[in-house]
């Protein structure tokens, strides 16, 4: 079975036993990320936080915390034919996106966003500076504008409309950001979550600089995926996405970010870090 959208999923995932409903409220300071902890440390299930105070939407965590639950995200029955299937498509012929009037990302559109009220803020750590969007997927192009990069990058809000990024001049997006930078121009980016729920390990994956991954997520599902263009940059994210954040990221700015509680189990340092509008 393939998945268009990450609902898809967590409902497949539900009908497995793979994932629970939590529907008492929680609390977005500290008690989502201990109850994910928790999970962690005793291999649990998915989990969605159906009321989240002070937010309108619901919350998934641990989506892919088991090898089972990435299978189930490839449409494959075990881990070997997991691996086969990426290396199978890693080698085959990654045809482009398909580019859409429209989609259900855009069945509502905020035109004065404010990122502490549109969407959940989870501050899941003690030391945490903040509140964090903490699987982002993050779409951004070189400056020629001809080479697509998704990622996932930590995104800490600083306000209604600003928020800081941890990049490193090492990774994708920091080749194009030093690049940007050197011109003083702003990269426009677009922040998105939810999508065909493999984008995500694709947005993890070792790639190299310029190589597609909504190619190559075509690829594996076997037919071009749909994406549709943003509504202020010039940039496309997946038409079946959940929740899209446009915005740039600022040349020669920088401001406090972290620490953060990162998924090794130590904290990543505070630092001065770019900054997102």
Wanted: charged letters at 25%.
């Amino acid at each position: 079975m393939t998945f268009n959208d990450l609902r898809q999923f967590i409902h497949f995932l539900e009908k497995e036993g793979e994932l629970v409903r939590i529907r008492t409220p929680v609390e977005p300071k500290f008690e989502i990320g201990a109850i994910n902890r928790l999970l962690v440390e005793n291999k649990g299930p998915a989990v969605l936080f159906e009321h989240v105070k002070g937010a309108s939407v619901p919350v998934a965590t641990f989506l892919f915390g088991s090898q089972r639950r990435i299978d189930i995200a490839f449409g494959t029955e075990n881990q070997e034919q997991t691996v086969r299937k990426y290396l199978e498509a890693l080698e085959s012929d990654w045809p482009k996106p398909v580019v859409a009037d429209s989609g259900p990302c855009k069945e509502k559109i905020i035109r004065d966003p404010d990122l502490t009220k549109d969407i959940p803020n989870i501050t899941w750590g003690e030391l945490d500076g903040g509140p964090y969007i903490t699987l982002p997927l993050l779409v951004t192009k070189d400056v020629a504008k001809g080479k697509r990069n998704v990622g996932i990058y930590r995104v800490m809000i600083h306000g209604p409309k600003e928020a800081g990024i941890l990049i490193v001049p090492t990774q994708h997006i920091g080749m194009m950001y030093t690049e940007y930078e050197k011109l003083d121009e702003p990269m426009e980016v677009a922040i998105f979550l939810g999508g065909d729920p493999l984008v995500y390990v694709l947005g993890a994956a070792p790639l190299r600089y310029g190589d597609d991954e909504f190619s190559l997520l075509s690829a594996i599902r076997g037919e071009p995926i749909q994406v549709v263009k943003c509504e202020t940059v010039d940039l496309e994210v997946p038409a079946t996405a959940e929740i899209v954040i446009e915005g740039v990221v600022l040349p020669k700015v920088r401001k406090s970010e972290g620490p953060f509680g990162e998924y090794t189990g130590y904290y990543g340092k505070k630092g001065e870090r770019p900054v997102i509008q």
